[in-house]
T-cell receptor
């Protein structure tokens, strides 16, 4: 079945450090890929997405490139801020009628220290 | 635009009581999803609807759980009778169609004593 494997957390970085959170997937078709972010006490928010191979999603300084050859969608940011502290979820979607479900990774908790 | 609205934000009740969680999806969204989030099991999809019709309820843990969507602007998730192991944060999400991202509500934090 479809699955997403995320980098285990928690991850702790200093402010302005470079961030990478790894995500790889297994899918039977051609998925769309997403990164969601969950701030404390809130629901998940879409951070960025990519719908086909070689697409790059970007938002708020975060980027992720859909790599079909390595089945990966790693999240990166060049200089993190304290406000980036949150839990990050990688997810995939293969839309077939009767199977329009997001498959989520387990989440990676990120803490940025000043 | 208003996002997905869930109520209540917090619910504390004793085991054996009936619990009803409510969700108002974003207007115009045809898909509605109910999730449960716990530390142990992460984020689990319980059930989802398309145009008010349940499509997949395979994630509903047992018969104590039921969900309805009587119209396009309202859905409920009911637990009867509730048990302590049902304690979790329950999220509702909606999307315009199957290819569009899901928008999540802020969740209901449920504690069963």
């Amino acid at each position: 079945g479809d699955s997403v494997t995320q980098m285990e957390g928690p991850v702790t970085l200093s402010e302005e450090a470079f961030l990478t959170i790894n995500c790889t997937y297994t899918a039977t078709g051609y998925p769309s890929l997403f990164w969601y972010v969950q701030y404390p006490g809130e629901g998940l928010q879409l951070l960025l997405k990519a719908t086909k191979a070689d697409d790059k999603g970007s938002n708020k300084g975060f980027e992720a490139t859909y790599r079909k050859e390595t089945t990966s969608f790693h999240l990166e940011k060049g200089s993190v801020q304290v406000s980036d502290s949150a839990v990050y979820f990688c997810a995939l979607l293969i839309s077939n009628f009767g199977n329009e479900k997001l498959t989520f990774g387990t989440g990676t908790r990120l803490t940025i220290i000043p | 635009d208003a996002g997905v609205i869930q109520s209540p934000r917090h619910e504390v009740t004793e085991m054996g009581q009936e619990v009803t969680l409510r969700c108002k999806p974003i207007s115009g969204h045809d898909y509605l999803f109910w999730y449960r989030q716990t530390m142990m099991r992460g984020l689990e999809l319980l059930i989802y609807f398309n145009n008010n019709v349940p499509i997949d309820d395979s994630g509903m843990p047992e018969d104590r759980f039921s969900a309805k969507m009587p119209n396009a602007s309202f859905s409920t998730l009911k637990i009867q009778p509730s048990e302590p192991r049902d304690s979790a944060v329950y999220f509702c999400a909606s999307s315009r169609d199957s290819n569009q991202p899901q928008h999540f509500g802020d969740g209901t934090r449920l504690s069963i004593l």
